[in-house]
């Protein structure tokens, strides 16, 4: 160990220098992570540690072994690096002014592969390729990891293609496709280019089905590269989409915003295509009904109604069991919506009323009951005709509760007529019966006679006290405890 050397935190305050030359030259063609590596591993070179790994490394530098690895052999592809080891893997950083002087001492030494770029220029013929044109070239093989075969495959292609000169643009384009698709051999190759000249033809025909007989554009070509390899659309799913376009101008740019919504959709068949269509229109024909029942005949569905009738069929909601409910609502509200009406059905499921039958069985049960109720209320003077929730609630309870029969409840009525609260008296009367385990009208009639004889007081009896069967007191509690729901009438 050196007797003197650097404080460790000297790293932190010092500087790396960097050539205008490596700024000008290479990092302004060079990845953004590339960029980082290279200057990253230069200050390295300037403040060296003890310890340091392709791990370490790639960890400092928030990035995966794999891109690290690609970066440097990039930068050993430049010759601003040279590798040294194997096991472990070193490299050696040169400078761009290095490289530079190099370069002029020893002009007949080659950075790339003499063998790749002879091939290049063999392929390009006349074509003049400029400096950036074959740094474009070598980025295939260094950035995209195009093996160099590959790369003149693909040369080959562009110029039988473009049948002259290489557009360098459409080429890179070209290249980055294959990359994306993982083109790594030769049958890659040839099943790229197969493909290509097949996708080829199926342009032409959607253009021709949107009216324009003409070449695609460059633009145009990659709409429908996205849509068949980033979207995963068919080709075939492509074509049945133009169906949509007669709603406007039929052109790609329309098409891709159809398509899109079918992406987000999940619809990237035909089959999928039509059927997700032919729901919507249902759905949408379900919507204007609803919409209908609630007296807004000719409305157009909102995004909102669609989404809410979409959300009812996704619960399982039958059609008729939401015209039920559009019914109910409309009945009590003028100016409905569909938010109205998805209360009432959650309100219905909460009671166990999930489906039409469900519904149309209650209300025949309400229906009865009311026209019971109604009778009840004839008998024990009470003044109103249209019995309310609280009114079956009640009746519930005199039936389940206190195991009362529609007689015993019809003669418990006309002992409470003549009362301020009927339907009170009543609640008593049928209570106390059915604590004594009343549960004839023989029994019930007994009953009430010994209560009323039982009550009567010669010196003070009054016709109208024949029928006191608590006092006032207990009147009174009887009266504040019962709640008479009117806003729940029926």
């Not at 070193?90 to 007949?108: D, M």
Request: hydrophobic letters at 40%; glycine letters at 6%; a negative charge.
């Amino acid at each position: 160990m050196a007797i003197v050397q650097f404080d460790d935190g000297i790293a932190m305050n010092d500087a790396t220098p960097v050539d205008n030359l490596f700024i000008s030259e290479y990092m302004l063609r060079a990845p953004g992570d590339y960029v980082k590596v290279y200057l990253y591993a230069l200050m390295l070179c300037h403040h060296p540690r003890e310890r340091q790994s392709m791990e370490a490394l790639a960890k400092d530098l928030d990035m995966n072994s794999e891109d690290l690895e690609k970066a440097f052999r990039y930068w050993v592809r430049e010759g601003l690096v040279r590798q040294t080891g194997d096991n472990p893997v070193r490299y050696a950083v040169l400078t761009a002014s290095q490289v530079a002087f190099n370069r002029a001492t020893n002009p007949g030494e080659q950075v790339y592969n003499r063998r790749f770029t002879e091939e290049v220029q063999r392929v390009m013929g006349k074509q003049v390729l400029s400096f950036q044109d074959l740094q474009k070239i070598y980025d295939w093989v260094d950035v995209l990891d195009l093996p160099e075969e590959v790369v003149i495959m693909l040369l080959q292609n562009e110029r039988k293609a473009s049948k002259g000169r290489v557009s360098i643009a459409i080429a890179d384009s070209r290249a980055n496709e294959w990359a994306k698709a993982g083109v790594r051999t030769v049958e890659d190759v040839e099943k790229m280019i197969i493909l290509g000249k097949e996708r080829e033809r199926e342009l032409q025909k959607l253009l021709a089905r949107l009216g324009q007989r003409r070449a695609a554009s460059l633009d145009e070509k990659e709409l429908y590269r996205k849509w068949l390899d980033d979207w995963g659309f068919t080709a075939e799913a492509v074509q049945e989409a133009c169906r949509e376009t007669t709603k406007g101008t039929p052109t790609m740019a329309y098409l891709d915003g159809i398509l899109m919504r079918q992406h987000q959709m999940g619809w990237h068949d035909v089959k999928a295509i039509q059927q997700g269509m032919s729901q919507q229109r249902t759905v949408r024909d379900f919507a204007k009904q609803v919409l209908q029942g609630l007296g807004r005949a000719g409305s157009v569905p909102s995004d909102d109604d669609l989404g809410y009738v979409i959300e009812w069929q996704e619960k399982g909601y039958e059609d008729a069991f939401v015209l039920y409910a559009v019914r109910a609502v409309h009945r009590r509200l003028n100016h409905a919506g569909m938010d109205e009406v998805d209360n009432q059905l959650s309100r219905w499921v909460e009671k166990g009323l999930g489906s039409a039958t469900a519904v149309q069985l209650e209300a025949e049960r309400t229906r009865t009951r009311n026209q019971f109720l109604r009778e009840v209320f004839e008998k024990a003077s009470v003044d109103r005709q249209r019995p309310s929730e609280n009114d079956r609630n009640t009746l519930n309870r005199w039936e389940d509760e206190y195991g009362m029969s529609h007689e015993l409840i019809l003669l418990a009525a006309e002992y409470a007529a003549g009362r301020p609260s009927p339907m009170d008296a009543m609640n008593l009367i049928l209570k106390d019966w059915a604590s004594q385990g009343i549960h004839s009208v023989d029994a019930a009639q007994a009953e009430h006679n010994q209560h009323v004889q039982a009550q009567v007081k010669p010196q003070t009896k009054a016709p109208q006290e024949e029928f006191i069967r608590h006092t006032d007191e207990e009147w009174d509690r009887a009266s504040l405890a019962a709640v008479v729901d009117l806003d729940g009438e029926d």
